[in-house]
């Protein structure tokens, strides 16, 4: 069965510090890759994906992820953290013959001024 | 409307009654997926309409739970003789095509908190 782990359930830096989230997968075949982000008090949103093409992927607010197919990773990464950028981070990998969403339990940044 | 809406936004229901949540989906997109984030879990996969049909079902918890959707839109779960461990945050999410080579972004909606006493 398909599944997402995400190593750190819990991850406190401090302004300006440099962020890096993992994810590592289990699927031998092609995948599409997803990070998504649930700020305080509201849904889930589209944080960046992977489909095809470039493995390094640019998403909102200076986030990007790279795929490492031979490690079955898709870790995130942001150079310089803010403190709105506290939130919930969840990894998703949905399989090329399925349409469901995998997730991973989920990554808790906290950013302090 | 310009994202995906459920209702109702909490719910709080006494063991053994039956309860309804309600998804609308983004204008236009086909596919439509319901989710369960239980505390300190990651979402959990319940069920997956392209248009009107079902064609995954595969992660509803038991037969207490069933789903529907009519006029490629609106869908609702119902969860007969509620349970305390339903107790759960309910996603609904929805994508432009579901099914294909093609995978569509998953759009999520702000979820229904469900509380069974």
């Known amino acids: 069965a398909q599944s997402v782990s995400q190593h750190n359930h819990h991850v406190i830096l401090s302004e300006a510090a440099s962020l890096e989230l993992g994810c590592n997968y289990s699927y031998g075949g092609t995948v599409n890759l997803f990070w998504y982000v649930q700020y305080p008090g509201q849904h889930l949103q589209l944080l960046l994906k992977?489909?095809?093409?470039?493995?390094l992927v640019k998403g909102i607010k200076g986030f990007e992820a790279e795929f490492i197919k031979s490690k079955f990773s898709f870790n995130l990464r942001k150079p310089s953290v803010q403190w709105s950028d506290t939130a919930e981070y969840f990894c998703?990998?949905?399989?090329?013959?399925?349409?469901?969403?995998?997730f991973g339990t989920g990554t808790r940044l906290q950013v302090f001024p | 409307g310009a994202g995906v809406s459920q209702s109702p936004s909490n719910k709080v229901t006494e063991k053994g009654k039956d309860v309804e949540l309600r998804c609308d989906p983004i204008?236009?997109?086909?596919?439509l997926y319901w989710y369960r984030q239980r505390l300190g879990q990651g979402l959990e996969f319940l069920i997956y309409f392209q248009g009107n049909s079902a064609p995954d079902k595969s992660g509803l918890p038991s037969d207490r739970f069933s789903a529907e959707r009519t006029g490629e839109s609106v869908s609702t779960l119902t969860i007969q003789r509620t349970q305390q461990e339903d107790s759960a945050v309910y996603l609904c999410?929805?994508?432009?095509?579901?099914?294909?080579?093609?995978?569509?972004?998953?759009?999520f909606g702000p979820g229904t908190r469900l509380l069974v006493l």
């Open positions: 204008s236009g997109h086909t596919a």
């Open positions: 999410a929805s994508s432009f095509q579901g099914a294909g080579s093609t995978r569509e972004t998953q759009y």
């Open positions: 998703a990998v949905i399989a090329y013959n399925t349409d469901k969403l995998i």
């Open positions: 992977y489909f095809s093409g470039d493995p």
